[in-house]
């Protein structure tokens, strides 16, 4: 039930951005990468997904043996 309105939310989103930004020229890129359409959400999601990553990896690596203390 919950997943469903997430996918809904999210795939709102994604229109909502398309629509105002691109069709209605309400934001202008710097960049002309920025003018993809749902660049933000495409970027905000390979940053968190690279943070997750990085963290996953650092966690192998700083992580003690369960007996380290005794």
């Known amino acids: 039930m919950y997943r469903r309105i997430l996918y809904i939310v999210c795939v709102t989103i994604v229109l909502l951005e398309i629509v105002l930004l691109k069709l209605m020229h309400l934001g202008h890129g710097y ?4 003018e993809i359409p749902a ?3 495409i970027l905000g999601f390979l940053g968190s997904l690279f943070v ?3 963290a ?15």
């Open 31 to 34: 960049f002309k990468i920025e």
């Open 39 to 41: 660049f933000g959400a």
């Open 52 to 54: 997750v990553i990085v």
């Open 56 to 70: 996953k990896s650092l966690s192998k690596v700083i992580t003690k043996r369960e007996d380290y203390y005794d």
